[in-house]
């Protein structure tokens, strides 16, 4: 299993950047796909999630739900994170991570996550 994730940079608060995370190595049309991030000091946290098998089931944090739009392309094995209306608080590393088999209900959790990418650094300069 691999997951490379991309589209990291520096952007001034207001701006926007794409994030993007190429799959490989599982059948990806079946996989929970998520989006964490960790800032310095910080524990990593939940971000997205958007769930496979054909279901709509797409779960977002309350700090990014409204500027933050996560969609997948299972055609390409691609998982994608559309970050609008970037704050210097959205500064981190971002981590997608992809698992089969979770609940509904605990796929915000990152311990849940068997399958992770290396990560990208998004910093937003105020």
């Known amino acids: 299993v691999q997951l490379q994730a991309s589209g990291g940079g520096l952007v001034q608060a207001g701006g926007s950047l794409r994030l993007s995370c190429a799959a490989s190595g599982f059948t990806f049309s079946r996989y929970w796909m998520g989006w964490f991030r960790q800032a310095p000091g910080k524990e990593r946290e939940f971000v997205a999630t958007?769930?496979?098998?054909?279901?709509?089931?797409?779960k977002y944090s309350d700090s990014v739900k409204g500027r933050f739009t996560i969609s997948r392309d299972n055609a390409k094995n691609t998982v994608s994170l559309q970050m609008n209306r970037l704050q210097p608080e959205d500064t981190a590393v971002y981590y997608c991570a992809a698992d089969r088999n979770l609940i509904v209900g605990l796929a915000t959790t990152s311990t849940e996550y068997h399958y992770w990418g290396q990560g990208t650094q998004v910093t937003v300069s105020s």
């Open positions: 958007i769930a496979g098998l054909g279901r709509s089931t797409i």
